[in-house]
Every structure is written in structure tokens, then in C-alpha cells.
């Protein structure tokens, strides 16, 4: 948000140098993140933007008379006085010539002059260009002055015409003491939303320094024909808007606004349009409270004979409506709407409508204040894409009780600047009032909480600098009795919460929103550090969390970069994991009551697909990609909180490591790199042996995907996508991709395991070949090795694998490296042998197996 000092000095004095304001803003919780110069130097450590106004240079000058020039019609010599002597000045300005030859005019008017030497941008060449005023002729007449434009003083790109000061500036008054301003560039966080509003910020600053907040006149000064019986407002959902009030300006003259309205809006971001739709903009940023101007002939016309009939519902689902923008938007059934009885007339707190809009035409004005819901507006905004400064504000929230005093404002304004009559009265429904909040406050909390004692006065005075009502109470006496009755009972402060505050609840949370008020105005930094004076609760584990940290570290120490995604999806983002498109029901899925948009309407059901479009989005970016996740999915249970089992995904592809220049030529990953990093993972984690069998599934590969046990567990799949799946996802190369259970993961972890010591005898190493049908799994070799030969046997390792003739059709060659190794002793040739023979007769028995000639 921007805010000139300029404007904010109207509510607030400013003791403090724009520096040390902002770092009090700051500390207090509104963050001044830049701090813009306009005809001032800028401030140490800032960057320079725009021109500084020589003060002997460039002052405010008193056009006296314009008169023409001898030479030249479009040209004209205006006598001008300088606050020292008088000059002619010649220019070009068009909006001089209508005072052209009118004689000693009887309002002089009050310009920004610049002398001779003074240093101003070029109002005639692209962009900002640098010039110093000379001495020269022009068409016959000497010029070493001039009468400057918006464009000149760095203000704005507006060049045509000269820039008319307010009657009452001082003439021969340095220009920068006239007009030049500080302007904050404020970040308003969501729970500062109060404070969203020249006078939000006024209060804070009143409250930090000690000032008085001055705030505008917020009476009716009406005089005109009532309101009342011309206009009726339903409101049809009192929860979606608590309050709509109106009130009629008649006899306006639309034309441009003040130039000092001009200059304040400009200076806080917005573009002036005319006087009425300028008064809205300007009251909205003074207090915070969004208006609407409507044409009310175009109303009248609308309602016929009776008298005009507000409503405000939710839309129709496809109800149309041409906005302001000349946009013809189809609606959406959530969407709340301001609607006569021939239809809408505009979108509650985004856009009005193009209908009712006010044209230079315009005469009568009904000027609209209300309050909406800020998530139906939020939701509104998002869904047509409109944000503007009025949602802005709705959408976090505004009380009903501004409505009143804006429309007020806002209608003697008009009063004075449009030359509009105001109906005496206004039309002010609030069938849904909201409840005053009151908050017994325990100075004994407040030390507890902070940690350290703020006197009961300085309490006090913070609170009401805000606005809060308070009132000193003594609390009840604990007991009965003499000693009770002369101790001094311990102090509460009764809290009124005033009308434009949202953020403070009541009770115990309203307790806390206080203390947080209070710590924010009196200085964090002013609170001194102390020991916590209780002891801290005993420290217990988290078995779970554990073991959960103990998978990620282990995946990260494998090469792998974990990942955090969405947990909101949408069926269709889902469906991309089924090779034919097919999408769950809704119905399968927990929906999500107020979505950030249709795509993550849903809670997620696979982990799967949330880290594939991770990966897909680093695919075009970098030649790896190995990441994963661990995350709930969701399954509704049909009533209640949804289910939440725990998964782990891993996204391999890409080369195997990044290209080097001893290896340059480097692979692609395949399926055994991610079986290791799952071995790896089983291995660390003391599960148990890690058993993988064949097994289908409509996500991946055919023939090859696998199905992943450990310690006999289940525990999910693991293999290559299928093709289709992975250009769903954009992928361009296969990519290989697990979806696992970490509840049965972690279950299988067990308290303890045992850790042998290094045997200090050398192992015995040899090499074993089989020829076993093909349908035999290598695991299953192995695991069967491993029974035969017990304890003596430390390590089994296939090394090849040989399909061909001289294994024979149908089977294949499986070349295993045995390690025996005993703990006390080095085994002799016969130990060895006895354990070798033992495996081998295992093997023939029980899968068919023989040993290969020449192994």
C-alpha cells in the first residue's frame, strides 16, 4: 500500500523522521519496504526516484494576466509574479488559453515556476531527459523561465498542459515545501487488515508516538429530498452480506476532481477518472470502507413507476453480466450480486456492472456502502480473475460498521466538489448486527505471557490509543476472610473491541490477540529477555517422527532431493496416471468446500501423481531427476475425518550421473538403480530381506513393474512407467517410479538389531554357477543359498547372468559369488566344501538346479 506523508499529516502529526517512522512501523508489525522521494533528495541508503526541486529555483509562482503573443497563436505571454518581482514568461500551455486576453485576472492562478538555471526534465523527449533553463528568443520574445508540467517536475508523463495549483499556496514558496512528499510503500500483512487505509495507518503511528488520531467529519450534511420510499433493499442472505447502506446525491456535475484529490490518488497508485469516481477511490483508501457509485436515473429507469428495489443474492449458475470493462462474465452460483428486479446490476465487492454506470451524463448519484463476506468475494475474485483495490480489502475483511461513516464522507464530498444536493437521509439495512466484543483482560496475563511486567497505566494507554474501550476492574476475591479482604485484589481490564476491528476474538483467544496488541505497540524490543521461571515438561520421543526422519535420511544420503507438493489436486490431474485417462469419481474423493480453483478441488488420493508433475517440471530442466516424497493421501471414510495412510514416492529419470570428462558418455537410469536405492533404504532400516516378484499394474510398464516385500509384508510397487503415462507428464525418456506404504516401512523397523564386530580371519571367496529354468527368480536362488548355508555363509552376490544355447531353451546361467566366513577361526578347504555341498544339494532339490560345467 502506498501512503504520502502528505496525506497521512491530515490524521496524524508525524514527531518522527520518515527513517525512524518506518522503523517503528516496521517493528510494529507494518513493514515499510521502500520509501519513495517526490521533489525531496532521497534518504540515505535509498534509491534516487525523480527530480529534487531546487528550492531557490523552483517555487510557486501567480499567473496575474495572460496575454497573446505578438508572433505566435499558439503561444501566449503570461505575467507572472515570482513572490519577488513580476515576469513574463512565455508558453504553450492549452490549459492557459482560455484566460487568454481577459485582462488582470480576477483569481490569480497559482502555477510551479521554475527561474532561470533551474534543472527540469524535458517536457518533449521520450522519456526522462535532463535540461537546464537558458536565456534564449523564441518567435521574437526572450525567455529564460518557465511555467512547468506535471512531465517537467518528474510528477507524471502529463506534458500538455501546465500544472494548476490550489488557490491558497504561497506565492514565491519553494515549490518542494509546496508539494513534496515521502511516500511509504507498506506491506499489509493478512492480520494487519485493519490497517489497509490512510487512516488504519494514521491510528498505528497515533498509537506508537503518542499523538491524537484526528479523524474526518463522518456527519450527513443532507439537505435535499429524502431517500426513504424511493429505495427499498432485500437482502436475501444476511450471512453473505450483513449490511447495505445507500445514500442519493442529486444535481452532480461530473467533471475532473480537485487537482489535490488528483495529486493523493496518484501518489497512492491510482488513476483519477472524475470527481465521482474519484470520491469513492479517495474515501476507500482514507478509511478503508469500499464504494460503489450508481447512475439512479438508470435505476429509476429500470424499476418503471415504483420505487427502486435493491437486492442482493447469490447468482445463477451461467447468469450473465457486462462489467465496467465492457467484459460480458458469465457467473458462478457462489458469486453475491446487486440486483434490481430486472437483473444484475453488479459483482458484490469486484466490479460494477456497464449499465449503471456513471457517464458524463450522469445527474443523480446512489452511492452504495456495504459489507460482504470475505470468502465469497475472495473466491469471486479468483474465479474471474478481477483483483482490484475494493476486493482487496473485502476479501480480508471489513467491518459493517464502516459502511455509514464512508457513505457520509463520501456524500459531502460530492456535496463540495460535485456541487451535488444530499438527500437528508439514508437507506441503511443491517439485518445480520455484529456483536460488540468485550474482553476481561488479568494484567497477571499479561506478564505471563511476556514474561515481564508492563505497568497497569502503560497497558491502559496502549489499548485506548488503539481505540479500545477499557475499563479497570478489581477481580473477586479468591476466598472469605480478613486476610483476603485486605490483600489487594488482583486487576482485570474489561475490553471493548472497537467497530473496525475483525481480528480480536472474545475469551481466552481474545486474551492473546490483546497481549499481541499490547507487546506490538509498547516495542518487542523493549521486552527483556528472561528465563522461563517453570520447569519445562519432561522430554518423550516420537517413535514415529523418528523413524520417519530416519527413511528421508537415508533416501537423501542415496542421491535423492525430497519434494513438498500440493496436497489439493483434481481427478483429472489423478486420471494422467491411468494409461487410458480413466478418472475416480468424485465421489471417491474428499472435496475441498472453498477450492483455490478447480484444479485442486480435492483432496489428493495419489502421491504418485503430486511428485510426478515435480519431476516433470525439473525434467526440462536439468538431465537428472531423482526425488521423493513422503505425504498423506486421503480416502473418505464416508463420514468423519477422512483416512490418512502415509506413502512414499520416488521419480528416477535421466542419466545415472551427470556427464564428466571420464565418463562422457553417461546412462540413462534403469530399474536396478531404483531397486538399489530401495535396498539401500531396507538395508539401513534393519527391515528385513527385500523381496521383489512380478507383478502387473495399470500404471506401469508391462513386464516391468514388481510388487515389493520386506520381512513378508506388502509393501507396494516398484518399475518403469508406462510410456503413455510418462508423456501424459511431459517426460521425453522413461522414467522409473515406486509407490510404497511407509506405514508398513516403518512397522517392520525393530527397536533394536545386532551389530557384529569386523572378524578379525580372512574370508574364503568363490564363484558358483547354476543353470535353473527360467521361471526361477534369482532371489529365490539366493534365499535358498542362504538357508543351506547357515551362519558360515556371510554373503551372496549375483554377478551374471547368461541366456543362450549352451545354457540351454528355457533356462539360464546364474553366476553367484560366495563369501564364507567363520567369527573365531579361518576355515579350512574341508569346512568350505561341506557348506558348498550342502547349497548345491539344496539347490538340485528344491528348484531343479545344476551346476554349470566349468563353474
Known amino acids: 500500500m502506498q501512503v504520502p506523508l502528505s496525506w497521512l499529516k491530515d490524521y496524524v502529526r508525524l514527531t518522527l523522521e520518515p527513517e525512524a517512522l518506518a522503523a517503528r512501523l516496521t ?15 532521497a534518504l540515505p541508503g535509498r534509491a534516487a526516484e525523480g527530480l529534487a526541486w531546487e528550492a531557490e529555483k523552483i517555487v510557486v509562482g501567480e499567473v496575474r494576466q495572460v496575454m497573446p503573443h505578438p508572433n505566435a497563436d499558439r503561444l501566449v505571454l503570461c505575467r507572472l509574479f515570482d513572490g519577488r518581482q513580476e515576469h513574463t514568461v512565455l508558453t504553450g500551455a492549452p490549459n492557459l488559453f482560455p484566460y487568454k486576453g481577459q485582462g488582470p485576472l480576477a ?4 502555477v510551479a515556476y521554475a527561474r532561470e538555471g533551474a534543472t527540469l526534465y524535458d517536457g518533449h523527449a521520450p522519456g526522462r531527459v535532463l535540461t537546464t533553463l537558458k536565456r534564449m528568443k523564441i518567435r521574437g520574445v526572450e525567455s529564460s523561465s518557465m511555467i512547468c508540467s506535471e512531465k517537467e517536475l518528474g510528477l507524471s508523463e502529463e506534458h500538455e498542459g501546465v500544472m494548476i495549483l490550489e488557490a491558497d499556496s504561497p506565492t514565491g514558496a519553494p515549490l518542494v515545501e509546496v508539494l513534496g512528499d515521502r511516500v511509504f510503500s507498506v506491506k499489509i500483512n493478512p492480520n494487519m487488515a485493519r490497517a489497509a487505509s490512510l487512516i488504519g495507518i494514521a491510528r498505528e503511528v497515533a498509537a ?6 484526528r479523524q474526518p467529519s463522518y456527519t450527513l450534511r443532507g439537505s435535499g429530498k429524502p431517500l426513504r420510499g424511493s429505495l427499498r433493499i432485500e437482502i436475501r442472505r444476511p450471512d453473505l452480506n450483513p449490511r447495505f447502506t445507500a445514500a442519493l446525491i442529486r444535481q452532480v456535475k461530473i467533471g475532473p476532481s480537485p487537482e489535490w484529490m488528483q495529486r493523493r490518488l496518484r501518489r497512492a497508485g491510482m488513476r483519477p477518472i472524475n470527481n465521482v469516481v474519484d470520491i469513492t477511490n479517495y474515501v476507500m483508501l482514507e478509511t478503508g470502507q469500499p464504494l460503489h457509485a450508481f447512475d439512479w436515473d438508470v435505476l429509476q429507469r429500470r424499476a418503471g413507476s415504483g420505487p427502486v428495489v435493491i437486492q442482493t443474492r447469490l447468482a445463477e449458475a451461467g447468469e450473465p453480466l457486462t462489467t465496467l470493462d465492457g467484459v460480458e462474465r458469465v457467473l458462478e452460483d457462489f458469486m453475491i450480486l446487486v440486483c434490481d428486479r430486472r437483473g444484475a446490476l453488479s459483482i458484490a465487492g469486484v466490479m460494477g456492472g456497464a449499465e449503471s454506470e456513471v457517464t458524463e451524463g450522469t445527474t443523480s448519484i446512489l452511492l452504495e456502502g456495504a459489507a460482504w463476506d470475505f470468502i465469497s468475494i475472495r473466491r469471486a475474485v479468483q474465479a474471474l480473475g478481477l483483483p482490484s483495490e475494493a476486493s482487496y480489502r473485502f476479501s480480508r475483511g471489513v467491518h459493517p460498521g464502516m459502511t455509514v461513516r464512508a457513505v457520509a464522507r463520501a456524500a459531502s464530498l460530492m456535496a463540495e466538489e460535485c456541487q451535488g444536493v444530499v438527500a437528508r437521509d439514508v437507506v441503511d439495512a443491517y439485518p445480520r448486527k455484529a456483536a460488540r466484543v468485550t474482553v476481561d483482560l488479568p494484567l497477571a496475563r499479561v506478564e505471563a505471557l511476556l514474561g515481564a511486567p ?35 485484589a488482583p486487576r482485570v481490564l474489561r475490553v471493548t473491541v472497537p467497530d473496525h476491528r475483525l481480528d480480536i476474538g472474545p475469551g481466552v483467544i481474545g486474551q492473546a490477540d490483546l497481549i499481541e496488541e499490547i507487546a506490538r505497540v509498547y516495542g518487542y524490543e523493549r521486552i527483556p529477555e528472561a528465563q522461563l521461571a517453570t520447569l519445562l515438561p519432561p522430554q518423550r520421543d516420537n517413535p514415529g517422527l523418528e523413524r520417519e526422519e530416519a527413511v528421508r535420511d537415508l533416501l537423501v544420503q542415496a542421491g535423492l532431493q525430497e519434494v513438498i507438493t500440493y496436497r489439493f489436486t483434481s481427478p483429472e490431474r489423478e486420471a494422467q496416471l491411468d494409461p487410458l485417462g480413466a478418472a475416480r469419481a468424485r465421489s471417491q474423493y474428499v472435496e475441498i468446500a472453498n477450492p483455490i480453483g478447480p484444479d485442486r478441488s480435492v483432496l489428493r488420493r495419489s ?29 473418505p471414510t464416508g463420514e468423519g475425518l477422512p483416512d490418512e495412510p502415509l506413502r512414499l514416492a520416488i521419480v528416477l529419470s535421466g542419466l545415472r550421473e551427470p556427464a564428466h570428462w571420464s565418463s562422457p558418455a553417461a546412462a540413462p537410469m534403469d530399474f536396478y538403480d531404483l531397486k538399489g536405492i530401495l535396498e539401500v533404504l531396507t538395508e539401513g532400516l534393519h527391515v528385513g530381506e527385500m523381496t521383489l516378484a512380478e507383478a502387473p499394474h495399470p500404471s506401469f510398464h508391462p513386464g516391468k513393474c514388481a510388487s515389493l516385500s520386506a520381512a513378508g509384508r506388502a509393501m507396494g510397487v516398484l518399475g518403469e ?10 517426460f521425453a525418456q ?13 512397522d517392520g523397523i525393530p527397536p533394536r538389531f545386532t551389530v557384529g564386530a569386523i572378524p578379525g580371519v580372512p574370508p574364503v571367496l568363490e564363484d558358483l554357477a547354476l543353470i535353473v529354468a527360467e521361471e526361477v527368480p534369482a532371489g529365490r536362488v539366493m534365499e535358498v543359498m542362504r538357508t543351506a548355508g547357515g551362519p558360515l555363509l556371510r554373503e551372496v552376490r549375483l554377478f551374471d547372468v547368461y541366456r543362450g544355447a549352451q545354457a540351454g531353451e528355457g533356462k539360464k546361467s546364474l553366476a553367484f559369488s560366495l563369501t564364507y566366513q567363520a567369527e573365531d577361526r579361518t576355515l579350512t578347504d574341508g569346512e568350505v566344501a ?3 555341498l550342502r547349497i548345491i544339494r539344496a539347490l538340485e532339490e528344491m528348484l531343479g538346479a545344476r551346476i554349470r560345467s566349468g563353474a
Do not use: C, N, W, Y
Open 834 to 836: 561341506q557348506v558348498r
Open 734 to 746: 522413461p522414467v522409473l517410479a515406486a509407490d510404497l506404504d511407509v506405514q508398513v516401512l516403518l
Open 107 to 110: 483569481q490569480p492562478l497559482k
Open 607 to 635: 502421491l504418485l501423481s503430486s511428485v510426478m508433475e515435480v519431476a516433470a517440471r525439473q525434467a526440462g530442466q536439468r538431465p537428472r531427476v531423482a526425488v521423493f516424497e513422503i505425504g498423506p493421501v486421503f480416502h
Open 721 to 730: 512407467l508406462h510410456p503413455v503415462v510418462a508423456q501424459r507428464f511431459g
Open 27 to 41: 517493528f510494529a508489525g507494518l513493514e515499510v519496504e521502500d520509501i519513495a522521494s517526490i521533489g525531496l533528495p
Open 208 to 213: 506508537l508516538t503518542g499523538q491524537k488520531l
Open 454 to 488: 508492563i505497568a497497569e497505566g502503560e497497558v491502559v494507554r496502549v489499548l485506548e490509543r488503539l481505540e479500545f474501550g477499557v475499563e479497570v476492574r478489581a477481580a473477586a476475591p479468591a476466598g472469605r476472610g480478613r486476610r483476603s479482604t485486605q490483600a489487594r
